[in-house]
């Protein structure tokens, strides 16, 4: 928190799963762990464990500048439990005349399918919302993208998953909150052209694919960028969705407002 300072800094709950626990959390072996005790199911199940990261985390927000983010949020039930938590902590750190951010933002991530159906629900328990790509494709579509033999079902542009992304930003909208996407979605310029034309208001992804993401961003207008959303959204096929991503792709190197070159197209993995 000191160290970026005045700018944010997004804390997230652990976020790992059990299997990789062992020696702080006993249970048993699980069959599927991706589906199975990890994230903030861990964190609620182990109360002490989840405490102490809350309070290190209030802690740090005594500069005003720490956020809070829940991994793996299925339902309204485990924010309010969290938030039981967190006003528990602000008490004792309260009583105890150790700085902290009484206004400290809650978020919770959206990457399970249950959580983007009821995000309107989600909203009143949470001041900001985090698409997390990755689980959300990989939930909803039921495709282990580690799987070789179903990694082709693994399709950001599935209509289900547009339907979901746009359900969410909408509820955030709604609802006053703001959205932000991560993932490997975000880092492709053209997704994120389309993550801004829903309404998504901030993107996180790693360095090296910023200029090229902020170089797609500039060429367009915001208008543009609804309208390149509108489009797919009608749409009812992944191959719909991809030939319009593609008509757009095209069209911008073709007025040369992006650049066709080796850099640029490798990066479009969700399109070419």
């Known amino acids: 928190a000191e160290g970026v300072y005045p700018e944010t800094v997004v804390f997230r709950t ?15 072996r699980e069959l599927n762990p991706f589906m199975g005790q990890r994230a903030i199911r861990i964190c609620l199940q182990n109360p002490n464990l989840f405490r102490t990261q ?61 959580a983007a159906v ?11 919302f985090s698409i997390g790509t990755n689980d959300l494709i990989q939930y909803t579509l039921a495709v282990d993208r580690g799987n070789e033999l179903v990694a082709y079902l693994y399709q950001p542009l599935h209509p289900a998953i547009l339907r979901l992304l746009k359900m969410t930003v909408s509820a955030a909208e709604d609802a006053g909150i703001r959205v932000s996407v991560c993932g490997e979605t ?13 309404g ?3 993107l996180s992804m790693s360095s090296v694919n910023v200029p090229a993401v902020k170089q797609v961003i500039r060429a367009v207008s915001l208008s543009e960028a609804k309208l390149l959303a509108e489009e797919i959204l ?17 069209k911008l190197t073709r007025e040369e407002r992006i650049p066709a070159g080796e850099l640029f197209t490798a990066s479009y993995t969700h399109i070419l």
Not at 79 to 99: D, G, Q, S, Y
Request: net charge negative.
């Open 186 to 198: 975000a880092a492709d310029p053209m997704m994120a052209l389309l993550f801004v034309g829903m």
């Open 118 to 128: 009821t995000a309107d629900i989600l909203a009143r328990e949470c001041d900001f």
């Open 14 to 28: 652990l976020d790992l799963g059990g299997d990789k626990l062992a020696s702080v959390v006993q249970h048993q």
């Open 54 to 114: 809350l309070r290190a985390i209030c802690r740090a927000s005594s500069l005003g500048n720490a956020q809070i983010l829940i991994p793996m949020v299925s339902g309204i039930e485990e924010m309010r439990a969290v938030r039981r938590h967190l006003e528990e902590v602000k008490a004792e750190l309260a009583a105890e005349n150790i700085p902290f951010d009484p206004q400290i933002p809650l978020g919770a991530m959206i990457e399970i399918p249950s």
């Open 200 to 202: 998504v208001q901030e």
């Open 234 to 250: 009608s749409e009812s096929s992944t191959a719909q969705t991809t030939a319009v991503m593609k008509k757009w792709l095209d």
